[in-house]
């Protein structure tokens, strides 16, 4: 599938990339499209690797309450420990999320010789 660049109207290949991208002191991996005439970066995904970790660490927790659940004693102080466990790194797992939306959303991702680099939009704090 193609795409066409907003900036300059070349038609390129839709094959997104991957990269890291460093926003105050925060890892990202960034999924991505980049034009390839006029460098143009057009932002997919980004997430940092806590909220990968979270995310799997969440999954293991709701099939270990899972677990604990079909031995009908959903009320049980495993079940209950573990329900917890799940709301706070679900809580985290927001925040972070909310974060790296913000990348996003509020500034200009460009690509330089040092790889991809965040330029934050001096109208959005
Ligand atoms: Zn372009």
Known sequence: MNVQC??????????PKTDTLKVN???????????????KVYPSA???????????EIQKYQSR???VRT?????SKDAKR??????VKQAK?????ERSKHVIERGEIVYTENGLQFKACPFLK
């Open 6 to 15: 907003d900036v300059c109207n070349t038609s390129f290949d839709a094959t």
């Open 25 to 39: 002191g925060v890892k990202y991996e960034l999924l991505f499209l980049i034009c390839p005439e006029c460098g």
């Open 46 to 56: 980004v997430y940092d690797s806590d909220s990968v970790k979270l995310t799997q």
């Open 65 to 67: 309450l899972k677990k």
């Open 71 to 75: 031995k009908a004693d959903a009320l």
């Open 82 to 87: 573990i329900s917890d466990a799940i709301a």
């Open 93 to 97: 797992l927001k925040t972070n999320l």
